[in-house]
């Protein structure tokens, strides 16, 4: 048994493109949904937090950045790139 099958280009056309009518979506990323933002809060929260840079001085923040450099080098996989 032989069968023809006709083939309309106009309905070809339309239906071989894997693109129409075919929609993909994605959920919203909540950046803060996986328990960071309750973190940022409670270090808010802190006796020590940082709520404004206005009343600090610079010679104050630049003496507390040097405390926290010289505790990183005792790191020991602290290395300065000029060194490797």
């Given at each position: 048994?032989?069968?023809?099958?006709?083939?309309?280009?106009?309905?070809?056309?339309?239906?071989?493109?894997?693109?129409?009518?075919?929609?993909?979506?994605?959920?919203?990323?909540?950046?803060?949904?996986?328990?960071?933002?309750?973190?940022?809060?409670?270090?808010?929260?802190?006796?020590?937090?940082?709520?404004?840079?206005?009343?600090?001085?610079?010679?104050?923040?630049?003496?507390?950045?040097?405390?926290?450099?010289?505790?990183?080098?005792?790191?020991?996989e602290w290395f300065h790139?000029?060194?490797?």
């Amino acid at each position: 048994m032989l069968m023809l099958i006709q083939i309309h280009p106009q309905k070809t056309k339309n239906n071989m493109s894997i693109f129409h009518h075919k929609t993909m979506s994605f959920p919203a990323i909540d950046p803060l949904g996986d328990g960071l933002g309750d973190e940022i809060a409670a270090e808010q929260r802190e006796s020590d937090a940082i709520n404004s840079l206005d009343d600090v001085s610079a010679e104050e923040l630049n003496k507390t950045w040097s405390v926290i450099v010289e505790d990183i080098k005792h790191d020991p996989e602290w290395f300065h790139f000029t060194e490797d």
